[in-house]
Protein backbone atom coordinates (compact mmCIF):
# COMPACT_ATOMS: atom_id res chain seq x y z
CA UNK A 1 0.00 0.00 0.00
CA UNK A 2 1.28 3.57 -0.31
CA UNK A 3 1.85 6.26 1.49
CA UNK A 4 -0.39 9.14 0.00
CA UNK A 5 -0.36 12.64 0.95
CA UNK A 6 -4.14 14.37 -0.17
CA UNK A 7 -4.58 18.02 -0.14
CA UNK A 8 -8.42 19.18 -0.60
CA UNK A 9 -10.90 17.50 1.27
CA UNK A 10 -14.40 19.26 -0.60
CA UNK A 11 -17.63 17.45 -1.73
CA UNK A 12 -15.27 15.28 -3.69
CA UNK A 13 -12.05 15.67 -1.81
CA UNK A 14 -13.42 14.02 1.08
CA UNK A 15 -15.25 11.15 -0.29
CA UNK A 16 -12.57 10.42 -2.73
CA UNK A 17 -9.80 10.26 0.06
CA UNK A 18 -12.11 7.93 2.49
CA UNK A 19 -12.42 5.33 -0.27
CA UNK A 20 -8.26 5.49 0.02
CA UNK A 21 -8.50 4.67 3.13
CA UNK A 22 -10.37 1.98 3.23
CA UNK A 23 -8.53 0.22 0.59
CA UNK A 24 -5.87 0.55 3.11
CA UNK A 25 -3.40 3.43 1.92
CA UNK A 26 -1.86 5.28 4.53
CA UNK A 27 -3.25 8.69 4.00
CA UNK A 28 -2.49 12.41 5.48
CA UNK A 29 -4.67 14.78 4.75
CA UNK A 30 -5.20 18.32 5.03
CA UNK A 31 -7.45 20.94 4.34
CA UNK A 32 -8.08 24.69 4.90
CA UNK A 33 -11.76 23.33 6.74
CA UNK A 34 -9.85 22.19 9.44
CA UNK A 35 -13.32 20.10 10.51
CA UNK A 36 -12.61 18.41 7.29
CA UNK A 37 -9.48 16.61 8.21
CA UNK A 38 -11.08 15.78 11.83
CA UNK A 39 -13.27 13.94 9.77
CA UNK A 40 -11.18 12.00 8.35
CA UNK A 41 -8.35 11.91 11.49
CA UNK A 42 -11.44 10.12 12.99
CA UNK A 43 -11.70 7.04 10.65
CA UNK A 44 -7.51 6.64 10.56
CA UNK A 45 -5.61 9.62 8.33
CA UNK A 46 -2.86 10.84 9.33
CA UNK A 47 -3.66 14.63 10.18
CA UNK A 48 -1.02 17.16 8.68
CA UNK A 49 -0.26 20.69 9.99
CA UNK A 50 -0.17 22.41 6.27
CA UNK A 51 0.44 21.23 2.73
CA UNK A 52 3.96 21.07 3.25
CA UNK A 53 3.71 18.56 6.45
CA UNK A 54 0.87 16.37 4.19
CA UNK A 55 3.99 15.44 1.69
CA UNK A 56 6.62 15.32 3.81
CA UNK A 57 7.79 11.30 3.72
CA UNK A 58 4.47 10.58 0.66
CA UNK A 59 5.14 8.55 -2.26
CA UNK A 60 1.90 9.60 -4.05
CA UNK A 61 0.60 13.51 -3.13
CA UNK A 62 -3.02 13.70 -4.53
CA UNK A 63 -4.50 17.49 -4.72
CA UNK A 64 -7.99 18.21 -5.40
CA UNK A 65 -8.62 22.11 -5.61
CA UNK A 66 -11.59 24.68 -6.80
CA UNK A 67 -9.66 26.21 -9.40
CA UNK A 68 -6.13 26.78 -11.08
CA UNK A 69 -5.24 29.52 -9.34
CA UNK A 70 -5.70 27.26 -6.69
CA UNK A 71 -3.46 24.54 -8.29
CA UNK A 72 -0.96 26.72 -9.39
CA UNK A 73 -0.69 28.90 -6.00
CA UNK A 74 -0.08 25.65 -4.29
CA UNK A 75 2.22 24.25 -6.51
CA UNK A 76 4.28 26.37 -8.17
CA UNK A 77 6.98 29.33 -7.65
CA UNK A 78 9.94 29.58 -4.90
CA UNK A 79 7.82 28.76 -2.15
CA UNK A 80 5.70 25.98 -4.39
CA UNK A 81 4.65 22.72 -2.78
CA UNK A 82 6.85 21.12 -5.99
CA UNK A 83 9.93 22.23 -4.09
CA UNK A 84 8.87 19.88 -1.20
CA UNK A 85 7.69 17.09 -2.75
CA UNK A 86 10.62 14.53 -3.02
CA UNK A 87 11.95 13.88 -6.56
CA UNK A 88 10.38 10.09 -8.00
CA UNK A 89 7.21 10.86 -5.94
CA UNK A 90 3.44 10.82 -8.11
CA UNK A 91 1.65 13.62 -7.98
CA UNK A 92 -2.22 13.23 -9.10
CA UNK A 93 -3.70 16.65 -10.03
CA UNK A 94 -7.55 15.73 -9.59
CA UNK A 95 -8.85 19.40 -9.85
CA UNK A 96 -10.61 20.52 -12.89
CA UNK A 97 -8.12 23.40 -14.17
CA UNK A 98 -7.58 24.77 -17.35
CA UNK A 99 -5.41 23.07 -19.47
CA UNK A 100 -2.74 25.39 -19.77
CA UNK A 101 -2.26 25.35 -16.10
CA UNK A 102 -2.01 21.62 -16.00
CA UNK A 103 0.82 21.92 -18.66
CA UNK A 104 2.60 24.41 -17.02
CA UNK A 105 2.11 22.30 -13.04
CA UNK A 106 3.63 19.46 -15.56
CA UNK A 107 6.63 20.93 -16.92
CA UNK A 108 7.81 22.15 -13.57
CA UNK A 109 7.17 18.86 -12.16
CA UNK A 110 8.78 17.33 -14.79
CA UNK A 111 12.14 19.48 -14.01
CA UNK A 112 11.98 18.63 -10.77
CA UNK A 113 11.92 14.54 -11.29
CA UNK A 114 8.31 14.26 -10.22
CA UNK A 115 5.65 12.37 -12.32
CA UNK A 116 2.34 13.91 -12.56
CA UNK A 117 -1.05 13.24 -14.18
CA UNK A 118 -3.95 15.67 -14.69
CA UNK A 119 -6.52 13.89 -13.56
CA UNK A 120 -9.90 15.07 -13.47
CA UNK A 121 -13.08 13.48 -12.28
CA UNK A 122 -16.54 13.08 -13.76
CA UNK A 123 -19.26 11.05 -11.75
CA UNK A 124 -20.40 14.10 -8.65
CA UNK A 125 -20.16 13.47 -5.46
CA UNK A 126 -22.26 10.02 -5.69
CA UNK A 127 -19.92 8.58 -7.91
CA UNK A 128 -17.36 10.09 -5.72
CA UNK A 129 -18.61 8.16 -2.62
CA UNK A 130 -19.32 5.19 -4.26
CA UNK A 131 -16.08 4.91 -5.70
CA UNK A 132 -17.52 4.82 -9.26
CA UNK A 133 -15.90 8.02 -10.70
CA UNK A 134 -14.16 8.49 -14.41
CA UNK A 135 -10.86 9.47 -14.47
CA UNK A 136 -9.60 11.44 -17.23
CA UNK A 137 -5.91 11.21 -17.46
CA UNK A 138 -3.45 13.17 -19.06
CA UNK A 139 0.35 12.25 -19.02
CA UNK A 140 2.98 9.55 -19.73
CA UNK A 141 1.67 6.06 -20.03
CA UNK A 142 3.61 4.39 -17.51
CA UNK A 143 3.16 7.32 -14.99
CA UNK A 144 -0.45 5.95 -15.16
CA UNK A 145 0.01 2.22 -14.40
CA UNK A 146 1.87 3.31 -11.79
CA UNK A 147 -1.46 5.22 -10.69
CA UNK A 148 -4.23 2.80 -11.30
CA UNK A 149 -3.97 0.98 -8.22
CA UNK A 150 -4.79 4.15 -6.56
CA UNK A 151 -7.14 5.37 -9.48
CA UNK A 152 -9.15 1.95 -8.95
CA UNK A 153 -9.38 2.51 -4.94
CA UNK A 154 -11.38 5.84 -6.05
CA UNK A 155 -13.29 5.02 -9.34
CA UNK A 156 -14.48 2.90 -12.09
CA UNK A 157 -13.36 4.44 -15.27
CA UNK A 158 -9.70 5.28 -16.38
CA UNK A 159 -9.10 6.44 -19.72
CA UNK A 160 -6.10 7.76 -20.64
CA UNK A 161 -6.84 10.94 -22.85
CA UNK A 162 -3.46 11.64 -24.02
CA UNK A 163 -0.21 13.94 -22.87
CA UNK A 164 -0.13 16.08 -20.37
CA UNK A 165 -3.23 18.64 -20.43
CA UNK A 166 -5.31 16.04 -21.80
CA UNK A 167 -7.37 15.17 -18.97
CA UNK A 168 -8.43 18.65 -18.82
CA UNK A 169 -8.97 19.02 -22.23
CA UNK A 170 -11.40 16.05 -22.20
CA UNK A 171 -13.20 17.07 -18.62
CA UNK A 172 -13.85 20.38 -20.31
CA UNK A 173 -15.50 18.58 -22.89
CA UNK A 174 -17.62 16.18 -21.24
CA UNK A 175 -18.61 18.93 -18.69
CA UNK A 176 -19.44 21.60 -21.46
CA UNK A 177 -21.83 18.62 -23.46
CA UNK A 178 -23.28 18.04 -19.90
CA UNK A 179 -24.63 21.70 -19.01
CA UNK A 180 -25.95 21.46 -22.92
CA UNK A 181 -28.19 18.37 -22.62
CA UNK A 182 -29.02 19.90 -19.03
CA UNK A 183 -30.53 23.24 -20.15
CA UNK A 184 -32.15 21.81 -23.48
CA UNK A 185 -33.72 18.76 -21.14
CA UNK A 186 -34.95 21.84 -18.16
CA UNK A 187 -36.15 23.69 -21.43
CA UNK A 188 -38.10 20.90 -22.79
CA UNK A 189 -39.82 19.81 -19.32
CA UNK A 190 -40.74 23.09 -18.89
CA UNK A 191 -42.28 23.56 -22.11
CA UNK A 192 -44.37 20.00 -21.56
CA UNK A 193 -45.44 21.09 -18.23
CA UNK A 194 -46.83 24.16 -19.61
CA UNK A 195 -48.50 22.42 -22.21
CA UNK A 196 -50.53 20.22 -19.91
CA UNK A 197 -48.29 17.67 -19.66
CA UNK A 198 -47.24 15.15 -16.67
CA UNK A 199 -43.50 15.99 -15.47
CA UNK A 200 -42.76 11.90 -14.93
CA UNK A 201 -44.36 10.88 -17.62
CA UNK A 202 -43.09 13.44 -20.36
CA UNK A 203 -39.51 12.25 -18.94
CA UNK A 204 -40.22 8.54 -19.38
CA UNK A 205 -41.34 9.68 -23.00
CA UNK A 206 -37.95 11.36 -23.66
CA UNK A 207 -36.10 9.22 -21.87
CA UNK A 208 -37.20 5.91 -24.52
CA UNK A 209 -37.21 8.17 -27.47
CA UNK A 210 -34.48 9.72 -29.81
CA UNK A 211 -34.29 12.84 -27.13
CA UNK A 212 -33.18 10.09 -24.11
CA UNK A 213 -29.43 11.53 -22.46
CA UNK A 214 -27.63 11.18 -19.34
CA UNK A 215 -29.58 13.58 -17.92
CA UNK A 216 -32.94 12.07 -18.49
CA UNK A 217 -31.40 9.06 -17.00
CA UNK A 218 -30.12 9.93 -13.85
CA UNK A 219 -30.07 13.66 -13.48
CA UNK A 220 -33.61 14.90 -13.89
CA UNK A 221 -34.50 18.87 -13.16
CA UNK A 222 -37.61 18.68 -12.66
CA UNK A 223 -38.80 18.82 -9.05
CA UNK A 224 -40.35 15.12 -8.29
CA UNK A 225 -39.58 13.27 -11.12
CA UNK A 226 -36.65 11.83 -9.35
CA UNK A 227 -36.98 11.83 -5.95
CA UNK A 228 -33.06 11.14 -4.70
CA UNK A 229 -32.49 14.04 -7.36
CA UNK A 230 -31.46 17.52 -6.15
CA UNK A 231 -33.86 18.71 -8.06
CA UNK A 232 -36.35 17.01 -5.22
CA UNK A 233 -34.36 18.18 -2.44
CA UNK A 234 -34.71 21.88 -2.95
CA UNK A 235 -31.27 21.99 -5.62
CA UNK A 236 -29.18 21.06 -2.87
CA UNK A 237 -26.31 18.66 -3.14
CA UNK A 238 -24.63 16.84 -6.40
CA UNK A 239 -22.52 20.23 -8.27
CA UNK A 240 -23.16 23.78 -7.66
CA UNK A 241 -23.95 25.93 -10.39
CA UNK A 242 -20.68 27.97 -9.66
CA UNK A 243 -18.66 25.41 -11.03
CA UNK A 244 -20.29 24.69 -14.28
CA UNK A 245 -20.02 28.30 -14.87
CA UNK A 246 -16.23 27.62 -13.95
CA UNK A 247 -16.17 24.84 -16.34
CA UNK A 248 -18.14 26.34 -18.94
CA UNK A 249 -15.97 29.53 -18.90
CA UNK A 250 -12.66 26.97 -19.02
CA UNK A 251 -14.38 25.60 -21.97
CA UNK A 252 -14.14 28.45 -23.74
CA UNK A 253 -10.98 29.27 -23.51
CA UNK A 254 -9.87 25.91 -24.49
CA UNK A 255 -11.64 26.85 -27.69
CA UNK A 256 -10.37 30.03 -28.06
CA UNK A 257 -6.93 28.81 -27.89
CA UNK A 258 -7.67 26.38 -30.72
CA UNK A 259 -9.76 28.54 -32.90
CA UNK A 260 -12.75 26.14 -32.30
CA UNK A 261 -16.47 27.17 -32.43
CA UNK A 262 -18.52 26.34 -29.63
CA UNK A 263 -21.76 28.49 -29.95
CA UNK A 264 -23.58 26.28 -27.45
CA UNK A 265 -21.16 26.33 -24.87
CA UNK A 266 -20.91 30.06 -24.85
CA UNK A 267 -24.47 30.37 -24.53
CA UNK A 268 -24.56 27.72 -21.62
CA UNK A 269 -21.69 29.68 -20.23
CA UNK A 270 -24.21 32.57 -20.48
CA UNK A 271 -27.33 31.27 -19.03
CA UNK A 272 -25.41 29.78 -15.50
CA UNK A 273 -23.72 33.30 -15.02
CA UNK A 274 -27.52 34.68 -14.76
CA UNK A 275 -27.43 31.72 -12.83
CA UNK A 276 -25.12 33.38 -10.87
CA UNK A 277 -26.19 36.66 -10.61
CA UNK A 278 -29.23 34.87 -9.43
CA UNK A 279 -27.94 33.97 -6.58
CA UNK A 280 -28.35 30.52 -7.44
CA UNK A 281 -24.45 29.56 -7.71
CA UNK A 282 -24.34 27.17 -4.84
CA UNK A 283 -27.45 25.80 -6.49
CA UNK A 284 -27.16 22.35 -8.12
CA UNK A 285 -26.37 23.12 -11.85
CA UNK A 286 -30.08 21.17 -12.26
CA UNK A 287 -31.41 24.74 -10.75
CA UNK A 288 -30.93 26.10 -14.56
CA UNK A 289 -34.56 24.53 -14.59
CA UNK A 290 -35.79 27.88 -12.81
CA UNK A 291 -35.09 30.02 -15.73
CA UNK A 292 -37.76 28.38 -17.55
CA UNK A 293 -40.09 27.98 -15.00
CA UNK A 294 -39.52 31.83 -12.72
Request: charged fraction near 20%; aromatic fraction near 4%; proline fraction near 4%.
Amino acid sequence: MSKIAFIGLGHMGLPMARNLLKAGHALKVYDLMQAAVDELAAEGALPARDARDAVAGCEVVVTMLPASRHVEGLLLGDDGLLAEIAAGSLLLECSTIAPESARKVHAVAKARGIEMLDAPVSGGTAGAAAGTLTFMVGGQAAALEKARPIFQAMGKNIFHAGPDGAGQVAKVCNNQLLAVQMIGTAESMALGVANGLDPAVLAEIMRQSSGGNWVLERYNPWPGVMPNAPASKEYEGGFMAELMAKDLGLAQETAQGSLSSTPMGALALQLYRLLLKQGKGRKDFSVVQKLFTE
